[in-house]
């Protein structure tokens, strides 16, 4: 599998944009991208995944470079809620493997 | 709701016993999931079902731990002679099918053996 490179932990302020970055180097041509988060006590949730193109969804919007290296999750208007960590995971099949993500932190 | 119920959503066990975790998937989901979760890292796959069977059960950590999906909607997980170290949470997800992306998860079961 792929692995992924996410920065421990990052903040912004509530109501500003919150960009997450992911490097995937290794990524192979058939691998998705798919970021989930976490927040605290709760599982996992899907947030958005891609494959080339851009996406963007009522979440949030997926930035893939043109050589698919690495990718951005932007959250447009942060919100205390948004507070979670944050994966990015690659993959092709079936598997969903998590690393360590990145503890975004919302201050008010 | 309709989402992935997991039960209990506690348990505690003396080391030594035998324990069992239920997870009720979304309906009409064929894949399910077991994750688990040890405090400040990211879950850890354990098993994966395809309707009855158990596509993969590579991360399954040794012969201690099994799972069953009998029907292919419920599943339990077991786990034998329960160690300290089993203590996690315990997270099942389920998904519509092969490669379908998005994966819903329960809110987990947390195992604490003393």
């Known amino acids: 599998d792929a692995k992924t490179t996410q920065p421990p932990s990052m903040d912004c302020a509530e109501g500003r944009a919150a960009n997450l970055p992911c490097n995937h180097s290794?990524?192979?041509?058939?691998?998705?991208v798919y970021w989930y988060r976490q927040i605290h006590s709760q599982g996992p949730q899907y947030i958005i995944h891609?494959?080339?193109n851009n996406e963007t969804n009522e979440m949030a919007s997926l930035i893939i470079t043109e050589d698919r290296k690495s990718s951005t999750l932007i959250l447009p208007h942060a919100t205390l809620r948004d507070t979670a960590v944050y994966y990015c995971?690659?993959?092709?099949?079936?598997?969903?493997?998590f690393g360590s993500g990145t503890r975004l932190l919302v201050r008010p | 709701g309709a989402g992935v119920s997991q039960t209990p959503s506690n348990k505690v066990t003396e080391k030594g016993k035998y324990v069992e975790l239920r997870c009720d998937p979304i309906?009409?989901?064929?894949?399910l999931y077991w994750y688990r979760q040890s405090l400040g890292q990211g879950p850890e796959f354990l098993i994966y079902?395809?309707?009855?069977?158990?596509a993969d059960d590579s991360g399954l950590p040794n012969d201690r731990f099994f799972a069953v999906r009998p029907e292919g909607s419920v599943s339990t997980l077991k786990i034998q002679r329960t160690e300290r170290g089993d203590s996690a949470v315990y997270l099942c997800?389920?998904?519509?099918?092969w490669g379908t992306g998005e994966a819903f998860f329960g809110q987990g079961t947390r195992l604490t053996v003393v």
């Open positions: 309906s009409g989901h064929t894949a």
């Open positions: 290794t990524i192979s041509g058939n691998e998705y």
């Open positions: 995971i690659v993959d092709s099949s079936y598997k969903l493997i």
């Open positions: 079902f395809q309707g009855t069977g158990a």
């Open positions: 997800a389920s998904s519509p099918g």
């Open positions: 891609g494959l080339k």
